[in-house]
């Protein structure tokens, strides 16, 4: 998912709307916004892209200082409208909208207790976990409760908390979603990633850190923290397919990271060749990489439908399948004959790479060689990437020679986990794998997970 918060600006809906447009490609199932002027509320929420949940005249009525916004990308809960977030309550102290990027892995479990204790859920989405657990707490103000509630959950989150005049934003322990800060004159914003800064020309301020709490509000900034356990272990995978490549998480930017992937993978498995071709988008800055350091043309032998969204969001496999083919086309007259070199960014169930590699030659491809910029994924995530279940996961059973057997790519190798992470270059020496989460290739997740709860809950 993506979430966007601005604070102090009479603009903030607007501005809003158009941080979520840069936001679309983390979630494209719903959209949402909630604003306030200081007294009344403005919300609105709709299924599909940010274009088609907000109609013409919905976002003419949105008035506000203070606002914030989501797009939605299905990991937990179903996808339908009472999912859609931002999530607005009415409680004891008054109203607040909550909106959420994550997965929390103790959900279940607290929605139990929550229920037990007499509460009424109104969605199956995580999020509403949390508004019940800030709607519970003694504290009556807003960050107080928020911190309070805090302290129950357990997972993935990038918060954006408000009420009518004050923005909370938070960080789970571990930052395992990005989170950035941005300046735009005096108003403060807030965003999964910095390209949503660069569209409504808001200047980068920094990025938000594990454990992190920070309230925007008449008086200023308070910047604190809910929790002093912190262990930074951002998601890789931002890097190597979720994030958009001209954002820069930590200062690093994707497409950068993704091009220093695609060389590495060169100097671990070249292979002579005619040409080198990337799967558009997330692979193209890989495939860049691959050729500059083989020596190998770099073409585009691939073309994307860009009017059809991404396969990987479809929920049912079939549809999944379909889409592919709708999606992507192989441009004949540059694989003719040619031993080709496909970059892809991952494997997880292999339905992409069987697709393309078939595509290839049925345009006439020679060869067909497959190399991937991530290592295997064998294990699910349980933080909010829709990686499924382990069944789902063809590396979770098959080998590399029997993926390739299954892709029908005459060659196949990925990424090592430790080449991954000298690619991407950051570094960390206060945290495990240099402050990364790389749970879905090694299997060491960096929460406590109860599967019985956590794989219930992925469906
Ligand atoms: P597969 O067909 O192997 O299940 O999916 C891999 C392909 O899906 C890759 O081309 C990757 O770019 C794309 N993809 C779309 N969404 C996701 C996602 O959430 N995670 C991963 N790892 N790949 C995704
Ligand atoms: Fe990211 Fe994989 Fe960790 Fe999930 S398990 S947060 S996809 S690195
Ligand atoms: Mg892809």
């Given amino acids: 998912c993506g979430v966007f918060g601005i604070y102090n600006h009479r603009e903030a809906p607007q501005l809003t709307y158009l ?33 088609e949940a907000f109609g013409k005249g ?33 409680y004891a102290q008054g109203s607040m ?44 103000d807003l960050p107080g ?35 950035s800060l941005g300046r735009l004159g005096d108003a403060v914003c ?50 190597i ?4 490549p001209d954002s820069d998480i930590d200062g690093i930017n994707v497409h950068m990271a993704r091009k220093r992937l695609g060389k590495q993978l060169a100097a671990e498995s070249a292979i002579d060749a005619d040409v080198i071709i990337g799967v558009p988008d997330s692979s193209i800055s890989a495939a860049i990489g691959f050729a500059e350091t083989t020596g190998i043309p770099y073409e585009i032998g691939l073309i994307k439908n860009r009017y059809v ?69 064998m294990n699910p995530c349980f933080y909010g990437i829709d990686t499924s279940t382990r069944d789902e996961l063809i590396a979770a059973t098959k080998s590399v020679e029997e993926i390739r057997q299954a892709i029908e790519a005459d060659s196949l190798a990925f990424l090592s986990v430790e080449g991954m992470q000298e690619a991407i270059g950051r570094k960390d020496s206060t945290a495990p794998n240099n402050g990364h989460c790389l749970a879905c290739f090694t299997g060491q997740y960096p929460t406590e997970i109860d599967f019985e709860e956590a794989l219930p809950a992925l469906k």
């Avoid at 941080?19 to 949402?32: K, N, T």
């Avoid at 909208?97 to 994550?102: I, K, L, P, S, Y």
């Avoid at 959900?107 to 657990?133: C, N, P, Y």
């Avoid at 004949?332 to 496909?342: A, H, L, N, P, S």
Wanted: glycine share 8%; charged share 25%.
């Fill in 241 to 244: 397919y979720f994030a958009r």
């Fill in 97 to 140: 909208a909550v909106a959420h990027n994550g997965n929390l892995v103790n959900a279940a479990l607290l929605r139990k207790e929550l229920e037990a204790k007499g509460s009424i859920f109104q969605t199956t989405s995580d999020t509403e976990v949390i508004a019940h657990l800030i709607a519970r707490s003694e504290r009556t």
């Fill in 309 to 377: 969204g991404r396969t990987f969001i479809q929920p049912s496999q079939e549809l999944r399948e379909r889409a592919v083919h709708m999606k992507l086309s192989a441009v004949r007259k540059v694989v003719e004959g040619k031993r080709v070199v496909m970059i892809d960014d991952s494997i997880v169930r292999g339905t992409t790479s069987n697709r393309i590699v078939r595509m290839l030659r049925e345009a006439g491809a020679k060869e067909v060689h497959v190399r991937i910029s991530s290592p295997p994924v």
């Fill in 58 to 90: 919905d976002l003419e009525k949105f008035k506000g200082h203070i606002a914030i916004g989501h797009t939605r990308y299905t990991t937990a809960g179903s996808s339908k409208i009472e999912n859609a977030q931002p999530l607005f309550f009415r």
């Fill in 19 to 51: 941080g979520l447009h840069a936001l679309q490609h983390r979630g494209q199932e719903s959209a949402g916004i909630c604003a306030s002027d200081g007294e009344k509320w403005y919300k609105h929420r709709g299924m599909g892209l940010v274009a």
């Fill in 145 to 179: 409760a928020v911190k309070d509630a805090l302290q129950h959950i357990k997972g993935a989150y990038a918060l954006c908390v408000m009420n009518e005049r004050q923005l909370v934003i938070a960080l789970d322990p571990n930052g395992l979603r990005p989170l």
């Fill in 190 to 239: 807030v965003a999964s990633e910095t390209c949503a800064f660069d569209i409504i020309g808001a200047e980068y301020w920094r990025d938000v850190q594990p454990g992190e709490l920070i309230v925007v509000d008449e008086n200023g900034i308070v910047e604190s923290t809910h929790t002093e356990k912190t262990q930074r272990s951002m998601c890789i995978f931002e890097y």
